[in-house]
């Protein structure tokens, strides 16, 4: 079976109905992650961008089980990647809510690897369907979403970090102008220091 040029492996209705839910899950997930990623960190757009991304991630993830599980021999490795992106987007929800004090900002990187596993995934499964990339090899179906995107992580990271050195410089520049300022003389005191 062929829909708009993508070849659909399996004609059961079981496959079929959850394929349904899959796709537009996948679109969900897409366009909510390109979205958050695109607002003010912290932002309540951020936030609610990130939630609908991470609750369609995790259906998208149920639903691929379901239909790897249907044709295991030839998709184990998208349940695989499925887990992965699921798990990475679950510690980086779980880091935020938590707001776990780690070295580098978990946050940004789990959400980040789990969009690019699932961008992987996505790649892996349709690539050879798809103009462009079905005239590229099988192996960059999995390496070129890293290629992509972990520069981006490492581009968040390094601007969250100055950003967090900037706010403790100024924090710091700030309190030592507040131990170093003589204190002004309240009007008492001015009064009782006149000859």
């Known amino acids: 079976m062929n829909i708009a040029g993508i070849e659909i492996p399996s004609q059961s209705h079981w496959f079929l109905g959850l394929l349904v839910v899959h796709v537009p899950l996948g679109v969900v997930a897409i366009v909510a992650g390109v979205a958050a990623m695109l607002q003010k960190k912290g932002s309540i757009a951020h936030t609610n961008l990130g939630s609908i991304y991470f609750w369609s991630l995790a259906l998208l993830f149920i639903s691929s089980v379901g239909l790897a599980a249907m044709r295991w021999r030839e998709d184990y490795h998208l349940f695989i990647l499925g887990g992965v992106a699921f798990s990475a987007a679950l510690v980086g929800r779980t880091a935020r809510r938590f707001k776990w004090n780690t070295q580098f ?91």
């Not at 999995?142 to 581009?155: D, E, K, M, N, T």
């Open 105 to 195: 900002d978990c946050h940004i990187v789990g959400m980040g690897v789990s969009y690019i596993v699932m961008l992987t995934a996505f790649y892996v499964d349709n690539g050879k369907n798809l103009p462009v990339w079905r005239d590229l090899s099988q192996i960059a179906y999995w390496l070129l979403p890293s290629a992509v995107g972990l520069p981006l992580i490492f581009r968040a990271l390094g601007r969250q970090t100055n950003g967090d050195n900037a706010n403790r410089r100024g924090n710091a520049l700030r309190q030592s102008q507040t131990l170093t300022k003589s204190p002004e003389p309240t009007p008492l005191e001015g009064a009782s220091r006149k000859p």
